[in-house]
């Protein structure tokens, strides 16, 4: 039996899953995102600080996975909000087309999968397993769908305070209204990194008849080793950010929630450059070398990466402030406030 007293020491030992882009290419991608919004976004981020209060957040839940703490690694706040591999929704029985919104929801239908197609996934191991995470195949799509709905929650109580609050209460309401964009901007950054969607997220797992690397530092190289070789920055993508296209709300004859579906087609797209990325390491062709320069076909596949995170970002975020409505029960509740009042 595992001491409690040794349970900290033994979590930081645990082999993790790894992040998504690093500080710098999660920067890229919010900084990408805010330059895409349309003149009619909010001026909640027109101002450099809180432009900068958003592109520092965005690697907020990053800096989650630096504790201990079992229950919030157990959570998602290390690990499974951050991907979804989609080989083990194929593995399970389930098709994107058809899983639920609701998260445990899908939970349910997950486990109900992998029992009945046991098989198809290896045993896991519990000494790698402390955080008890293992049976997943990832989250990102639900976290995404959670954290918009906080954000669009965000947008419908700040036009009610700045229209009968209090200057501090909109204050208030603004500086949270930036917290949950950086916090989505990790999110949604995260997907668009193609080893974010993928079992084969830091070299060829399973079977492997094209005889891909299976080099642990892959995925480390693509987060981030690229970007500083490269001296990637915003600047140089800044002329390619464009607005983007609004995601349609409305409802959708098979009752999916809109927004979750486009999700999933987001990480859909994104999981087409999982070979591309293999095939481009078994060619020499990632620059990983010490000294080595990174091809232009190299850099063009983070700099495309990095620009559809950030595209995608901005229509969460664009949609979510269309699609907020004023809350009528705040509303209620500051005007019965105000006649109260002396």
């Keep these: 039996m595992i001491r409690p007293a040794l349970l900290p020491l033994l979590l930081l030992l645990v082999p993790a899953r ?38 520092f957040l965005s690697a907020e839940p990053d800096r989650w996975r630096n504790v201990p703490d079992l229950p919030l690694k157990h959570a998602g706040g290390s690990w499974g909000d951050h991907f979804l591999d989609l080989e083990y929704l194929t593995d399970a029985g389930l098709d994107l087309e058809t899983i639920p919104s609701l998260r445990y929801e899908f939970v ?11 098989a198809a996934f290896k045993p896991i191991d519990p000494a790698r397993n402390l955080d008890r995470t293992a049976e997943w195949p990832g989250f990102a799509p639900w976290a995404i769908a959670e954290h918009f709905g ?78 500083g070789r490269t001296g990637l920055r915003f600047p140089a993508l800044r002329e390619r950010a464009l607005a983007p296209r609004v995601l349609p709300l409305g409802p959708r ?43 232009a076909e190299t850099r063009r596949l983070i700099e495309d990466q990095l620009l559809a995170g950030g595209q995608m970002l901005a229509s969460v975020w664009l949609t979510a402030f269309r699609g907020a409505v004023p809350d009528t029960y705040l509303r209620a509740a500051i005007a019965r406030r105000q006649a109260a009042a002396p």
Aim: glycine share 10%.
């Design 18 to 55: 790894l992040a998504a882009w690093d500080y710098e290419g999660h920067r890229i991608v919010a900084q990408l995102a805010l330059a895409s919004l349309p003149d009619d976004f909010p001026r909640i981020v027109a101002g450099p600080d809180e432009a900068e209060r958003v592109a």
């Design 253 to 295: 004859p098979d009752g999916r929630d809109p927004l979750f579906v486009a999700v999933l087609d987001y990480i859909r797209v994104q999981h087409r450059q999982v070979e591309k990325i293999y095939e481009l390491e078994k060619a020499g062709r990632l620059g990983q070398a010490p000294g080595a320069e990174v091809p």
């Design 150 to 227: 906080r954000l669009r929650s965000g947008f419908s109580y700040l036009r009610v305070f700045e229209e009968v609050g209090t200057p501090a209460e909109a204050a208030n309401a603004r500086a949270n209204l930036l917290y949950l964009m950086g916090l989505l901007a990790h999110y949604v950054g995260d997907c668009a990194q193609p080893l974010h969607t993928t079992k084969h997220y830091n070299g060829w797992s399973g079977d492997n008849p094209r005889g891909y690397t299976t080099w642990n530092g892959l995925h480390a190289w693509i987060d981030g080793g690229i970007i």
């Design 108 to 118: 349910l239908q997950f486990a109900r999968g992998r029992a009945a197609h046991a």
